[in-house]
């Protein structure tokens, strides 16, 4: 009886690539598998395909304005207020209780003019009682010069001695000292009861109030506040930015009424301050108005503007700015490369739709208006037509 019959699979080899080492043929040698030929192929092919495809640089089409500095007006406003330039805190030189208060905010008044009266109650009492001083210090006198006289006639006869003359000249000189400082007291306590009324230096507005009537004042203390009525001006605050450029001149500036633009003057700059306030950091600055009219009332609003023409600057939108590490720059175009290249600029100041350039850039350059966002450096560009004119 046979044996079950089974079958056995052989692997196939691979198949062999045979070089011959020469032509007429010889030594097989260098045999390799097909697949050790379709490894390498494979990888080169993916490695193919994994390498990323060289463009052109992209050519970005700009916007652009040619620099060309020149000069322009000044056109710098600012708002502020009419004040007076002089103005004077009327006080009593005297401490009491206030009794009267006969103007108020508002009031015009002539010089000498009664403004308000203190209690004088006090002054009066203390004005009778320096009278009477004086009253018993001239009675005192009277009686030393008779006195001193009898003594010199007695001393003219032989019959006093010259010790008893001289006792009552003493007393006679004395007597006048006595005089004189009771009639001081009495025009002491005779200023202390005018002082109890208090006046108007000249003629103004009054344009604050510091006291009330029922209420103890002391000497010095404010009580009206008087401001010359011709002497006007305009004061506005202005920041730290607006003295970059110093003019040679003091130029003039324009202020007219901000709800009335119609009605204006014209002023010159009298003061600024040398220090900031601390609390706006703005600096205060006093313009004269030359003959104002009657509507420019204390307080009223106005609106300053300068009359000048500033140094040749650059003047661009404010689209061509761009920032730089916190700084302002913009973008310049490279004519003969075709690339722009960011230079920085410095700014004068900043207005509603362009920016005053001061320095940072030269008279022909070409600057970039528009997309400045988009823009990197050694960015080729095209200059769109009618751009760069």
């Given at each position: ?120 109650q006090d002054f009066l009492n203390n004005q009778r009682s320096a009278r009477a001083s004086v009253d018993s210090a001239e009675a005192v006198l009277t ?247």
């Amino acid at each position: 009886m046979r044996p079950a019959s089974h079958t056995t699979f052989v692997a196939p080899r691979p198949a062999r690539v045979y070089h011959r080492a020469g032509r007429n043929g010889g030594n097989l040698a260098g045999m390799v598998t097909a697949r050790e030929l379709l490894v390498p192929a494979l990888l080169l092919a993916l490695v193919g395909c994994n390498q990323p495809e060289v463009r052109a640089p992209e050519v970005r089409p700009v916007r652009t304005v040619v620099v060309d500095p020149k000069p322009i007006e000044d056109d710098r406003s600012a708002i502020g207020e009419i004040s007076p330039r002089q103005e004077t805190d009327i006080a009593f030189r005297v401490a009491g209780k206030l009794v009267s208060r006969l103007v108020d905010v508002g009031a015009v008044v002539a010089a000498g003019q009664l403004l308000a009266r203190l209690d004088e109650q006090d002054f009066l009492n203390n004005q009778r009682s320096a009278r009477a001083s004086v009253d018993s210090a001239e009675a005192v006198l009277t009686e030393a010069k008779a006195a001193e006289e009898r003594q010199r006639q007695l001393l003219a006869n032989g019959t006093t001695t010259r010790a008893n003359y001289d006792a009552s000249l003493k007393n006679l000189n004395a007597a006048q000292a006595q005089l004189e400082a009771a009639r001081a007291s009495y025009e002491l306590a005779s200023d202390q009861l005018r002082y109890a009324e208090l006046h108007a230096d000249f003629a103004g507005v009054v344009t604050a109030i510091g006291a009330e009537p029922g209420q103890i004042v002391s000497t010095g203390q404010m009580v009206v506040r008087l401001a010359r009525p011709d002497d006007k001006d305009a004061v506005f605050s202005l920041p730290e930015s607006a003295f970059r450029e110093q003019p040679e001149q003091l130029p003039e500036i324009v202020v007219s009424l901000l709800s009335y633009p119609d009605i204006s003057t014209v002023g010159v700059l009298r003061e600024v301050s040398p220090v900031a306030d601390p609390a706006t950091r703005t600096y205060k600055v006093k313009v004269t108005l030359k003959d104002p009219p009657a509507q420019m009332r204390f307080g009223a609003s106005v609106v300053g503007r300068l009359r000048a023409e500033t140094a040749p600057v650059v003047v661009l939108p404010g689209s061509a700015l761009f920032d730089r590490d916190g700084q302002p720059a913009v973008w310049r175009v490279d004519p003969a490369a075709g690339t722009v290249s960011l230079r920085p600029v410095i700014v004068s100041r900043y207005e509603t739709d362009r920016v005053i350039i001061a320095g940072g850039l030269d008279k022909g350059d070409i600057v970039v208006t528009a997309g400045v966002n988009r823009l990197r450096e050694n960015q080729p560009v095209r200059l769109e037509a009618g751009a760069g004119s």
